[in-house]
């Protein structure tokens, strides 16, 4: 069974980097049908995807994002990690990180089919 | 950017009623939408896959329809259980993701 847990810190400075690990267990992180995502979701709000990563180091982020956002990959500790630069307020909100599996057929990644548990972060003075 | 536009945004219902959601795309988007469960608390679930396959696991009362534009999830009977809020998700502006508003349901 996949799991994927988050860790960080809970609490972060405004104009500071937010910084959250994913560690898979139960699956390799470096198989091919799989990329790995964040997604957030504010306080009492919907859900936004972030971006995600590929084993092999290629990413793509949420142009709304794109210019904050650095996901990385450690295939030896089976890990993936999100930075958030220049974090505001409006970052506050449970962090998520989740599996996207390759469809049978088209071979798009289409779905989140494993979840973290989430974490909130909130930044704060 | 593709959006998702759900309703309602909430609704009540008794345990045992037919619950319908729906999702609203801005554009074609064939059958590339997904469905999601996420209880008070909790990481959201996959329930449904393109449209309308049901993800393993998943009891049979859930069922989703639609494609193109206009997309319904279905539960056949409410359960106490299925309090929760219900998210649709597309997946043809790849790679590029974005979900509905939400779907808020509570037992009346």
């Known amino acids: 069974q996949v799991q994927l847990q988050e860790s960080g810190p809970g609490l972060v400075k405004p104009s500071q980097t937010l910084s959250l690990t994913c560690t898979v267990s139960?699956?390799?992180?470096?198989?091919?049908?799989?990329?790995w995502s964040w997604i957030r979701q504010p306080p009492g709000k919907g859900l936004e995807w972030i971006g995600y990563?590929?084993?092999?180091?290629?990413?793509y982020y949420n142009p709304s994002l794109k210019s904050r956002v650095t996901i990385s990959v450690d295939t030896s500790k089976n890990q993936f990690s999100l930075k958030l630069s220049s974090v505001t307020a409006a970052d506050t909100a449970v962090y998520y990180c989740?599996?996207?599996?390759?469809?049978?057929?088209?071979?798009?990644?289409?779905?989140?089919?494993?979840w973290g548990q989430g974490t909130l972060v909130t930044v704060s003075s | 950017d593709i959006q998702m536009t759900q309703s309602p945004s909430s609704l009540s219902a008794s345990v045992g009623d037919r619950v319908t959601i729906t999702c609203q795309a801005s554009q074609d988007i064939s059958n590339y939408l997904n469905w999601y469960q996420q209880k008070p608390g909790k990481a959201p679930k996959l329930l449904i896959y393109d449209a309308s396959n049901l993800e393993t696991g998943v009891p049979s009362r859930f069922s989703g329809s639609g494609s193109g534009t206009d997309f319904t999830f279905t539960i056949s009977s409410l359960q106490p259980e299925d309090i929760a809020t219900y998210y649709c998700q597309q997946y043809d502006n790849l790679p590029l993701y974005t979900f509905g508003q939400g779907t808020k349901l509570e037992i009346k």
């Open positions: 989740a599996r996207n599996r390759r469809h049978d057929s088209s071979g798009y990644y289409y779905a989140f089919d494993y």
């Open positions: 990563i590929y084993y092999s180091g290629s990413t």
């Open positions: 139960g699956g390799s992180i470096s198989s091919g049908d799989y990329y």
